[in-house]
């Protein structure tokens, strides 16, 4: 999709965040501009398959994320 055909849909966000929000798949939003790489958002899909929950990882660096198996243990 163009860039410009997606700058003049007034509510991308909220149509980005619907999707984030209802997929069945587990997602994260990373802020890539901050040099820890930090975790702005997580979906429910994402904390329902890892047992994180989201204050274990929103705010942090992606690099504390580990596996779901080292997470179980």
């Given at each position: 999709?163009?860039?410009?055909?997606?700058?003049?849909?007034p509510?991308?966000?909220?149509?980005?965040?619907?999707?984030?929000?209802?997929?069945?798949?587990?997602?994260?939003?990373?802020?890539?501009?901050?040099?820890?790489?930090?975790?702005?958002?997580?979906?429910e899909?994402?904390?329902?398959?890892?047992?994180?929950?989201?204050?274990?990882?929103?705010?942090?660096?992606?690099?504390?994320?580990?596996?779901?198996?080292?997470?179980?243990?």
């Amino acid at each position: 999709m163009p860039k410009k055909i997606l700058e003049e849909i007034p509510n991308k966000y909220e149509i980005l965040y619907g999707l984030l929000k209802s997929t069945a798949n587990g997602k994260l939003l990373v802020d890539m501009s901050h040099s820890e790489n930090k975790i702005i958002y997580t979906n429910e899909a994402f904390i329902n398959t890892t047992g994180y929950t989201v204050h274990e990882v929103v705010g942090k660096p992606i690099g504390v994320l580990k596996s779901i198996d080292e997470h179980d243990t």
